[in-house]
């Protein structure tokens, strides 16, 4: 990935929101580790049923669904796990809902639905004290792990398992965590997903730090309780509720009771969020101190920290500015990208789909054979990183949490003896969640028949395609994208 420990502690992980926008008009940030957590705000909840209530429960629900649950065909069983699941919420009666919503859980983990397994655990939480829905959804993945037969069974269970990794951090159980990112780096393995397998062998690493952090800020919130004016508390607590928890609205109170000159930037922010503007010039003014925060400590995780809130900050500003402003904002985003940016190389994730107009998809490999001397160039220069394809083209990918940046190099196919592109007429075209996002000119048209490709993605987006329009002729359409990434 990179990163050094010190820069990915507590920073860049799905778990920790610290990319959410808090900004006026900004989406909404609602991360991964908060899914499994207790509610910020929940409503009355109800004492988990008796057993002797549950087996009454049971009885009745298994005599009514006894045919179905002889049910063996994968279809008719996933269809009586959504009816369970829809049944246990809307019922009123707490026994049935609890044994409703457990049996849903169980039946779709035993499909290797996990997203909607999550659902029904959530759905537990949401309605019943004290239920422990980490260590439940654990359980959940562990008997799913026994049930995966192929690669796209393993890489399932592995985000699964990176997804409570994520809940357990934001829990502050540790524990949980260290063993479900340690569960997703092996089923990663399996399922060859090396994108995957790097950012839990990140998170295992990282773990110990943020233990070590969170119990440096338990201190510090025991100093506030006796002097709830002591900068240096404040600011340690404000940090974390900011660039972990997410909670800005409380963050923002701290920092600006703090030291470190963040006091400022908490105060203008503040101001700003209270006054529900969403003038790119006083967006811009926030995020100027701080960026100049972030270039006055020494501190490395705080500088990325700092770096990346005044980044989303300009990114939030950028849309409506104008002129100078514009401008300058530009430039900051320019130089910020990099700084607070982990990188993924596409070409190690494997593809949802993929659908080509001639032939197959092929990753980092010529398609012709090597005896005639045809090879790949960007820049002039020979590129072994690459998605080539003939169009027309769709190549379907899932977006990693927390994505902001996508990025590729359009180019033809050419061959070594002649160095002219091999003439094709196709163009380029990018869908974010079914949204064009993107469209480029004809190729023939770009000088040396190539194009940067540079899109921003917003926050919380699920699938990204990227396309290639052959413009109703086939002829030499095979396309590349060139060296392509998502930045985090």
């Known amino acids: 990935m990179g990163k050094t420990l010190a820069e990915m502690a507590l920073c860049g992980f799905a778990a920790l929101g610290i990319f959410g926008s808090p900004y006026v008009g900004a989406q909404p940030a609602v991360p991964a580790a908060q899914d499994l957590q207790p509610p910020q705000a929940p409503g009355q909840k109800s004492p988990i049923p008796s057993d002797t209530e549950i087996k009454l429960a049971e009885k009745e629900i298994r005599e009514v669904y006894k045919d ?9 069983k996933k269809a009586f796990a959504d009816k369970l699941l829809t049944n246990g919420r809307a019922a009123t009666n707490n026994a049935q809902k609890y044994v409703l919503l457990r049996e849903a859980s169980n039946t779709l983990a035993d499909l290797l639905e996990l997203n909607n397994a999550h659902d029904a655990v959530k759905a537990m939480r949401d309605n019943f004290d004290s239920f422990n829905s980490l260590d439940t959804y654990d ?77 440096i800020v338990k201190k510090a919130e025991d100093t ?11 600011t340690i607590v404000g940090k974390y509720l900011a660039f972990v928890d997410n909670d800005w609205d409380a963050a923002l109170k701290l920092l600006s009771k703090g030291s470190n000159g963040v006091s400022k930037a908490a105060e203008q922010e503040i101001t700003l969020r209270s006054g ?6 006083s967006i811009a003014q926030v995020a100027d101190l701080w960026y100049e925060q972030s270039n006055k400590i020494t501190n490395v995780l705080d500088k990325k920290r700092f770096a990346t809130h005044a980044f989303e900050l300009y990114q939030q500003a950028q849309p409506k500015a104008t002129g100078l402003t514009k401008d300058k904002i530009d430039k900051r985003i320019s130089e910020l990208e990099k700084k607070v940016s982990s990188e993924i190389d596409i070409t190690t994730i494997t593809p949802q789909s993929v659908i080509a107009g001639w032939g197959k998809l092929f990753i980092n490999e010529d398609l012709i054979s090597k005896n005639t001397k045809r090879t790949l160039r960007v820049n002039g220069t020979p590129c072994n990183n690459y998605l080539l394809i003939h169009a027309p083209s769709t190549i379907t990918y899932k977006i990693p949490p927390k994505t902001r940046l996508f990025s590729a190099i359009g180019a033809s196919y050419e061959t070594e003896e002649s160095g002219k592109p091999i003439e094709g007429s196709f163009k380029y075209i990018i869908l974010i969640d079914g949204n064009k996002v993107y469209e480029s000119k004809p190729l ?5 028949h190539e194009v ?19 413009l109703g002729n086939k002829d030499a359409d095979h396309s590349i994208w060139a060296y392509p990434r998502f930045f985090q």
Do not use: F
């Open 68 to 76: 179905e649950y002889k049910i063996t065909d994968p279809a008719k």
């Open 139 to 215: 359980k959940l993945l562990s008997a799913a792990q026994k049930k995966t037969k192929t690669k796209e069974d393993a890489g399932k269970v592995a985000e699964a398992y990176m997804q409570l990794a994520d809940n357990a951090v934001g829990d502050k159980n540790y524990k949980i965590a260290l063993s479900s990112a340690k569960s997703a780096e092996t089923i990663g393995k399996k399922a060859g997903d090396a994108s995957l397998v790097d950012k839990a062998g990140d998170l295992i690493k990282a773990i110990p730090e943020i233990e070590k952090e969170y119990s």
């Open 224 to 234: 506030l309780k006796l002097n709830p004016n002591d900068p240096e508390a404040n």
């Open 276 to 281: 529900g503007s969403d003038n790119p010039e």
């Open 444 to 448: 023939s048209s770009y000088p040396n």
């Open 452 to 470: 940067s490709i540079k899109i921003r993605i917003p926050l919380q987006s699920n699938e990204i395609q990227l396309k290639i329009d052959d």
